[in-house]
């Protein structure tokens, strides 16, 4: 039996759960804090959401592998493997909206003391959104091990067969300039993301202690709107070249990790009250000062995995 998990079939079982099972837990729990109407379970719901759509990305990027590493084998239907990467497809994008939604609720409620009155209705739509989605995307995934629960003539793509995914996939590989476009669209999110987090860590290690944080926080949205192009073209990145991705193991899977880790720190600098407390010429906490190297090493790693994609391929 093997404590961690060494395959990619392995990863998906284990991390599926995660987006499907947490998001249940997710609208309890926001569903509950609107009704008792507690700040607390709000903050802690929010806080669910922006994780779990962090841990979408590594289940998605899973799935694709484990695609890989079953579609040849004996019983296995290439056409509901299709559907379920569709699904998937559109389950990924509502949690990743869900997540930004809940991100910035937070950051507006610490930077302002208050959530513009769309935000949480905004959230858990949403999260239902989500639920549905990921619901059908876990019944197409019972399908294609299970042939006693498949359903006939289950439908996979539009009337020319071809499934959302491999139409992006061609759309992408046909086009001369999208390819390059999005690169350049992928360096300049980095940019943003990478520059807010370095300049908040340089506030937070005392240079430039002239300059209070709330004055920082204000940027975190700029970082975050860099993350997402990052998260946006990355995936389509992706879903046009996933088995040359997937193979690589020594680079692509580290580096997906470390953006689920350097995301999640980020949260400590959206809402928590020690960094917000730093006034003009305060020194920060050793708290914050740890979180700051930690989260900036998180990034530099993203960024060093992923220039080495190329010459760290694995197998």
């Known amino acids: 039996m093997e404590l961690i998990p060494s395959s990619a079939p392995h990863w998906h079982l284990l991390l599926n759960h995660f987006p499907s099972v947490g998001s249940v837990f997710a609208v309890g729990l926001l569903l509950s804090a609107l009704y008792l109407k507690s700040e607390d379970l709000t903050q802690a719901s929010l806080i669910l959401f922006v994780i779990l759509a962090l841990l979408a990305i590594p289940t998605f990027v ?34 990743l909206i869900t997540g930004w939604l809940a991100w910035f609720s937070l950051w507006q409620h610490r930077r302002l003391a208050r959530r513009s009155s769309w935000s949480l209705p905004a959230v858990l739509v949403m999260a239902l959104v989500s639920l549905l989605s ?3 995307v876990g019944g197409l995934g019972g399908d294609i091990n299970h042939p006693e629960i498949r359903a006939e003539g289950l439908a996979t793509g539009g009337a020319d067969g071809m499934g959302r995914a491999a139409a992006i996939e061609a759309y ?38 002239s300059v ?9 949205p700029l970082g975050v709107f860099g ?34 880790i350097g995301g999640t720190a980020l949260l400590y600098f959206t809402m928590f009250e020690r ?18 190297a930690a989260t900036v090493l998180m990034w530099s ?12 391929a694995g197998g």
């Open 301 to 312: 790693g993203v960024i060093v995995y992923g220039r080495l994609l190329p010459y760290l």
């Open 62 to 95: 899973s799935g694709a592998a484990t695609r890989w590493a079953i579609e040849a084998n004996a019983g296995i239907s290439s056409e509901l493997i299709a559907a379920h990467q569709d699904a998937a497809v559109l389950a990924l994008i509502a949690l």
């Open 275 to 292: 960094p917000w407390e730093l006034k003009r010429d305060d020194v920060a906490p050793m708290t914050a000062k740890l979180v700051a």
């Open 172 to 209: 992408i590989l046909d086009q001369s300039w999208a390819w390059p476009t999005m690169e350049a669209a992928h360096f300049i999110g980095m940019a943003m993301l990478f520059g807010v987090v370095v300049l908040v860590a340089i506030r937070v290690f005392g240079i430039g202690k």
């Open 212 to 220: 209070p944080f709330p004055a920082l926080h204000r940027l975190l």
């Open 227 to 260: 993350f997402m192009i990052n998260v946006i073209t990355g995936m389509l990145f992706f879903v046009a070249d996933s088995g040359r991705y997937t193979a690589m193991t020594n680079s692509f899977y580290p580096k997906m990790g470390l953006i689920v």
């Open 134 to 136: 990921m619901a059908q």
